[in-house]
């Protein structure tokens, strides 16, 4: 089994890039002059995804008009979070109940994906599907970080994630999540922290480790780094 369609979460207002973002959303800030979000795509074109649902709230008319100049070769569905903004739990279920699908892929566009990713997403969508699961998301050790300052978030072991002993581990940005693990929220502003609790406590929210250096846009200090490489 393969997944079919992708989710990206663009509605943020990125704060913590201030001043960059107060005229600019997260998603279009460029590295090497490329978009974070473009990055995004085409390694999601890489990956053989048949469609992309985007999700928007601030700034959105900017990455509305971005999608349509470049024209890109895959199906984009821009979906607008509403009067408020989702966070990334609603966001998620805001996007999904536009589909029907069951598992989807999920990225944040401010880890900067690249081909290198390619592999070890198909390797964990295989380990998704052999094993029948409804959570995996991908996951590196702390060491390999550009950002130093980034604490771990998770303890892995034997392929499941915990939140206790040495949280060595950061999540990166990628997820696969299933559909039904919503099933009992409604469409309200909350953090996709709240799910991944809920499948903690039931010893099923799973990890799959990349080996791959680890760059985020964390702040407007790391940004500059990553200008400067």
């Given at each position: 089994?393969?997944?079919?369609?992708?989710l990206i979460l663009?509605?943020?207002?990125?704060?913590?890039?201030?001043?960059?973002?107060?005229?600019?959303?997260?998603?279009?800030?460029?590295?090497?002059?490329?978009?974070?979000?473009?990055?995004?795509?085409?390694?999601?074109?890489?990956?053989?995804?048949?469609?992309?649902?985007?999700?928007?709230?601030?700034?959105?008319?900017?990455?509305?008009?971005?999608?349509?100049?470049?024209?890109?070769?895959?199906?984009?569905?821009?979906?607008?979070?509403?009067?408020?903004?989702?966070?990334?739990?609603?966001?998620?279920?805001?996007?999904?109940?536009?589909?029907?699908?069951?598992?989807?892929?999920?990225?944040?566009?401010?880890?900067?994906?690249?081909?290198?990713?390619?592999?070890?997403?198909?390797?964990?969508?295989?380990?998704y599907f052999s094993?029948?699961?409804?959570?995996?998301?991908?996951?590196?050790?702390?060491?390999?970080?550009?950002?130093?300052?980034?604490?771990?978030?998770?303890?892995?072991?034997?392929?499941?994630?915990?939140?206790?002993?040495?949280?060595?581990?950061?999540?990166?940005?990628?997820?696969i999540l299933n559909?039904?693990?919503?099933?009992?929220?409604?469409?309200?502003?909350?953090?996709?922290?709240?799910?991944?609790?809920?499948?903690?406590?039931?010893?099923?929210?799973?990890?799959?480790?990349?080996?791959?250096?680890?760059?985020?846009?964390?702040?407007?200090?790391?940004?500059?780094?990553?200008?400067?490489?």
């Amino acid at each position: 089994m393969r997944i079919n369609t992708a989710l990206i979460l663009c509605a943020g207002y990125g704060v913590r890039l201030n001043p960059l973002t107060l005229k600019t959303p997260k998603p279009l800030l460029e590295l090497n002059n490329v978009t974070m979000l473009e990055n995004c795509i085409n390694m999601l074109i890489q990956l053989g995804i048949k469609k992309i649902l985007l999700n928007t709230f601030y700034l959105s008319n900017q990455i509305i008009e971005f999608i349509k100049k470049k024209n890109f070769s895959i199906e984009i569905q821009i979906i607008n979070d509403g009067k408020t903004i989702l966070d990334t739990g609603g966001g998620i279920l805001n996007m999904i109940k536009n589909s029907k699908e069951n598992d989807f892929l999920i990225l944040n566009p401010d880890t900067l994906w690249n081909k290198e990713y390619v592999h070890e997403i198909d390797k964990m969508q295989n380990f998704y599907f052999s094993n029948e699961i409804k959570s995996i998301l991908l996951i590196a050790n702390k060491s390999l970080s550009f950002d130093e300052n980034l604490k771990g978030d998770f303890s892995f072991r034997d392929n499941l994630l915990k939140k206790k002993d040495d949280k060595n581990f950061i999540y990166i940005g990628c997820q696969i999540l299933n559909k039904s693990l919503f099933k009992n929220y409604e469409n309200s502003s909350f953090s996709i922290t709240r799910v991944w609790n809920e499948i903690l406590d039931k010893n099923k929210l799973f990890g799959f480790e990349s080996f791959n250096k680890f760059y985020h846009l964390t702040n407007l200090e790391t940004f500059k780094k990553l200008q400067d490489l």
